[in-house]
């Protein structure tokens, strides 16, 4: 198993311009969410999913966009960048009961000029 | 929402003394808390993780305990190796859908 994947590793963007994170998990797990992690502030939950078709708002939802049209697959959309979205992007997986730990990708590194 | 305190934001000890690291939630609905170890430029990984009907768990060098009562937990690692320096997170979990709220971390070093 590779267990959750995500793409690129880094990634420079100018202000404006759209991107979209990919992240992939071969485990089968139902419940999926994205993070965005800043020096001093831990991990922020941007969006989650229970599963396919399911999405909801984390903490700091606002501009970024979120589908789930695959158990596997769920991709986080930047839609107009600004330099306050620099930070480190990590996707996190697990099984859908409750109580479960979360599988984190190796994360991408992305900056905003 | 639920509110994760986390205390001390940076920790040195001695290799072999022990380190405690804690934190404070606010949701009395929180059932689930796991504790995450962040080496320089990786993933966070799992170390240990605690659920409301326990209130102290262990392995190893690593324990956490539970006061739900008081809404804290801590994270007790003895023995400390330099290679537990890290950034440590702690996180308080409830309901079905998994909503996981982060405290902001502690970085410990451990001085040869």
């Known amino acids: 198993n590779a267990g959750v994947t995500q793409t690129p590793k880094f990634q420079v963007l100018k202000t404006g311009q759209s991107m979209t994170l990919q992240c992939a998990q071969d485990m089968n797990h139902e419940y999926m969410s994205w993070y965005r992690q800043d020096p001093g502030m831990g991990l922020r939950l941007i969006h989650y999913s229970v599963g396919a078709g399911i999405t909801d708002q984390g903490e700091v939802p606002n501009g970024y966009n979120v589908s789930r049209s695959t158990t596997e697959d769920f991709p986080l959309r930047l839609l107009s960048a600004a330099p306050s979205q620099t930070s480190v992007y990590f996707c996190?997986?697990?099984?859908?009961?409750?109580?479960?730990?979360?599988?984190f990708g190796d994360g991408t590194r992305l900056s905003i000029l | 929402g639920e509110n994760v305190e986390q205390h001390p934001s940076t920790l040195s000890v001695q290799e072999g003394d022990s380190a405690v690291i804690k934190c404070t939630y606010s949701?009395?609905?929180?059932?689930?808390f796991p504790w995450y170890k962040q080496e320089l430029g990786k993933r966070p990984q799992l170390i240990i993780d605690i659920r409301s009907n326990v209130g102290e768990k262990k392995d190893q060098r690593i324990a956490v305990t539970l006061n739900k009562t008081a809404k804290h937990f801590s994270l007790h690692i003895t023995e400390t190796q330099p290679e537990d320096s890290a950034v440590y997170f702690c996180?308080?979990?409830?309901?079905?859908?998994?909503?996981?709220?982060f405290g902001t971390g502690t970085k410990l070093q451990v001085i040869p």
């Open positions: 996190a997986s697990s099984l859908s009961q409750t109580n479960q730990p979360q599988h």
């Open positions: 996180a308080a979990a409830s309901g079905g859908y998994q909503k996981v709220t």
């Open positions: 949701d009395s609905a929180s059932n689930y």
